[in-house]
């Protein structure tokens, strides 16, 4: 979109409206034209801790405005390469996915069934949190993607048994998407310290195939060879929950946990990930504007690490071309 300008619009950060990355809105998901999709499901209403994460979505597109896509793309000087052309991708931001206030079964619907128009028109979801219960219904939603495994990045393992009876809270995403007949195994990375799931609940995910790294193990084996061992699926889906970075440079969330990774740790990953199988789909949840310092750090970090998990992911298929 155009700012007004007498001359030619420079269309720097602070202009303009705040989709992701300042790309186009998609007003109608049903004629979405884009390889890539930007959604927001601003629902915190399954979470467990402390709520704030229904304005990540909002806070995440104001972050990004700091990147754009541009003809020719964006240069990485430590890569040495140029980064989501616009002339050769398109992000379209299909804005939120209707929240319903105080009805998680109708806002889940309608979470699922975004995703699912758009993985039947094989875009790629980007899909901006909300607590992690989000992550069940885009991934519910994913079906038309074919099988495909998840790497969740978390400092929970999200395979909590039903609290009170309710299966579909923030702390089962993982648990209920293993039930998923088209999805594979999790590979869980940067699961640490005193949590919501018991020996037990480790057991099932094991028992389902899920491999399980805490930071410090994942840092001790290296990511290619934790790839080598886990042999991701042709495809797999990314899940993140900004508690898996550490908690002084990702505050604003419902749980902060101290030893968790670095933002470079992540990039990395992101990018051998992307070399070891397609990308087809990405949660990024918790992030809970609310509580974040006065530059934003937290927001900020989950728009920075979304824009590289997507030039990774279409650098890697330009290569394949
Ligand atoms: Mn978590």
């Known amino acids: 979109m155009n700012n007004f300008s007498l001359s030619k619009p420079l269309n720097m950060a602070p202009t303009g409206i705040a989709t992701f990355a300042k790309t186009q809105m998609c007003q109608d998901i049903r004629n979405i034209d884009a390889d890539i999709a930007i959604l927001g499901a601003p629902s915190d209403l399954a979470i467990q801790g402390r709520t704030g994460c229904r304005l990540g979505p909002r806070g995440i597109r104001i972050a990004s405005t700091r990147f754009s896509y541009k003809p020719g793309g964006t240069y990485d000087s430590e890569r040495g390469k140029f980064y989501m052309d616009s002339d050769r991708w398109t992000v379209a931001d299909c804005g939120d996915v209707d929240y319903v206030p105080g009805d998680w079964v109708q806002t889940s619907d309608n979470i699922e069934a975004a995703v699912r128009i758009l993985a039947e ?16 219904p885009v991934i519910k939603g994913m079906e038309a993607a074919g099988s495909f495994d998840i790497i969740h990045f978390d400092a929970h393992l999200d395979w909590t048994k039903p609290v009170g009876g309710q299966k579909y809270f923030n702390g089962a995403p993982m648990r209920n998407a293993a039930g998923l007949r088209y999805v594979g195994r999790i590979l869980h990375l940067g699961v640490r310290g005193a949590g919501s799931s018991g020996p037990d609940d480790f057991a099932d995910a094991k028992a389902h195939g899920d491999m399980i790294y805490s930071v410090k193990q994942t840092r001790a084996a290296g ?26 440079c990702a505050r604003a969330t419902a749980s902060p946990m101290f030893g968790g990774f670095w933002y470079e740790e992540m990039a990395d990953m992101f990018e051998a990930i992307a070399g070891s199988a397609e990308i087809i789909g990405i949660t990024l949840t918790e992030v809970a504007p609310p509580y974040d310092d006065g530059v934003d750090t937290t927001a900020y970090l989950a728009a920075r690490m979304i824009s590289d998990i997507l030039n990774f992911a279409t650098k890697a298929k330009e290569e394949k071309e």
């Open 223 to 248: 990511i290619q060879a934790i790839l080598n061992e886990f042999k991701p699926d042709k495809k797999v889906f990314i899940a993140i929950d900004i508690d898996v970075m550490d908690a002084s």
């Open 121 to 136: 028109k094989g875009v790629m979801p980007v899909v901006l949190g909300g607590d992690c219960a989000i992550g069940y």
